[in-house]
């Protein structure tokens, strides 16, 4: 049973950092897409980062760019986001997704069908 685990999440200030974690189990790391996901209250939940773990190629969403870092540790199994220059607008509830290799699509809404962990509030106050 695929599970993703969530931590790092907080009360940050605009401008500040934070460091997102997601410890994964339960499939061959190396074979699967793995990224992160948000969800502000009434908007629709988003693609922000994404990675093949096997390649290493990667996928940012325009409003991230040069803010955000994704990146992995394969012996470990765990997604890291390194979140800079933190703005209000990225306040939200942020996801970790797994799924089969090139199956995960960060530019959708995201799919029922992928592995979804129970997200980590992350508030960026003005």
């Known amino acids: 049973e695929v599970q993703l685990v969530e931590s790092g999440g907080g009360l940050v200030q605009a401008g500040g950092s934070l460091r997102l974690s997601c410890a994964a189990s339960g499939f061959t790391f190396d074979r699967y897409s793995i990224g992160w996901f948000r969800q502000a209250p009434g908007k629709e939940r988003e693609g922000v980062s994404c990675i093949s773990v096997s390649d290493g190629n990667t996928y940012s969403a325009d409003f991230v760019k040069g803010r955000f870092t994704i990146s992995t540790d394969n012996a470990k199994n765990m997604l890291y986001l390194q979140m800079n220059s933190l703005k209000p607008e990225d306040t939200a509830a942020y996801y970790c997704?797994?799924?089969?290799?090139?199956?995960?699509?960060?530019?959708?809404?995201?799919?029922?069908?992928?592995?979804w962990g129970q997200g980590t509030q992350v508030t960026v106050s003005s």
């Open positions: 997704v797994a799924a089969p290799l090139y199956r995960l699509d960060c530019s959708t809404h995201g799919s029922p069908s992928w592995s």
